[in-house]
């Protein structure tokens, strides 16, 4: 059996194979056998969609796996900026539907076309794999689980870690089993609560900041130096005790919704805005002067 990735020519056999699958909408199998045939790539700044098939002799294709970022889930995470979606779906990858043609069970397809999947993604980075089914096929909690799943309980939410200090939701029906697979060594599930007391069990290791990132080392005086970019920076112990409690200062969605239109004007992560909003006491006006966009117009003749 060899595993592959599709061709034009697939695209009939991929139809009736996602025509197994329960979506959504009727349609999305179609939209997805064509979308994976013919190789349609996503924005570079949406993540890496990919497809494999199984195939057999004579050309006989007998399973099917697609997979792309999460987008719509990324893209209803509206306290994010358009940066910081485009990281996330560059670390989380959805598989978005797994079909094995009834013939050709017992053979490990899925389990192959899942491993193929997972080598892949890793290699480009991704660290977590997200899938999903409904209670109508309560029977695939155990293949799942063989396949390196954790299975979650039917409604039951995932909750990732982010190192900005939030964690970002994402709920389910009643009706839908949402599971995870981790990519890196370093992803694991935590269980803690939430700073209303709630329980809660978060995916961590997850987002990371990239390897050519800005480096920030504590020195022995207290003091912080950050480096990047071809920039160093070092703040005296003063200030690096006023940007740690920032960080931890926590804030609710409505004090981010409120200052997102300000954030904005400065370039800022909403979340970080209202953190340093609320851990200040002032506005950003207060804390940084005007935007350099307002300040680029100042003198601009009317």
């Known amino acids: 059996m060899l595993i592959r990735e599709p061709r034009p020519a697939d695209e009939a ?37 990919a497809a494999w098939v199984a195939q057999q002799r004579r050309d006989e294709v007998f399973g099917v796996l ?20 485009s990281w996330v779906a560059h670390q989380v990858v959805e598989m978005e539907a797994l079909s094995v043609a009834p013939q050709a069970g017992g053979r490990r397809l899925g389990h192959r076309l899942i491993e193929t999947a997972a080598a892949h993604y890793r290699g480009l980075g991704y660290r977590l794999m997200l899938g999903t089914f409904t209670t109508s096929t309560l029977f695939l909690v155990p293949y799942y689980r063989q396949a390196g799943f954790t299975v979650l309980e039917p409604g039951e939410r995932i909750a990732v870690h982010d190192p900005l200090g939030m964690v ?43 390897v050519d990132g800005p480096q920030v080392v504590r020195n022995v005086d207290g003091s912080l130096t950050i480096k990047g970019g071809g920039r160093r920076q070092t703040l005296d112990a003063e ?11 926590a804030v609710s969605d409505e004090e981010v919704q409120v200052g ?17 909003r609320k851990a200040s006491g002032l506005s950003l006006p207060e804390i940084l002067g005007a935007p350099r966009q307002a300040d680029a117009h100042a003198g601009s003749p009317t």
């Not at 997102?260 to 340093?276: D, N, Q, T």
């Open 239 to 249: 200030a690096a005790e006023k940007l740690e409690l920032m960080y931890r200062t």
């Open 260 to 276: 997102m239109a300000e954030a904005a004007r400065y370039g800022m992560e909403p979340l970080l805005a209202a953190k340093l």
């Open 13 to 49: 056999a991929v139809v009736k194979l996602l025509e197994r699958v329960e979506f959504t909408r009727p349609e999305n199998g179609a939209e997805l056998a064509h979308a994976a045939a013919h190789g349609h790539r996503l924005d570079p700044s949406c993540g890496v969609r």
């Open 168 to 210: 970002l939701h994402r709920p389910a029906d009643s009706h839908v089993v949402q599971m995870w697979k981790p990519l890196h060594r370093d992803v694991a599930a935590l269980d803690t609560q939430m700073p209303d007391g709630s329980a809660i069990r978060l995916i961590t290791g997850v987002l990371v900041p990239p």
């Open 66 to 85: 697609v997979a792309a970022p999460p987008l719509g889930w990324i893209g209803s995470l509206e306290l994010l900026s358009p940066e910081h979606r």
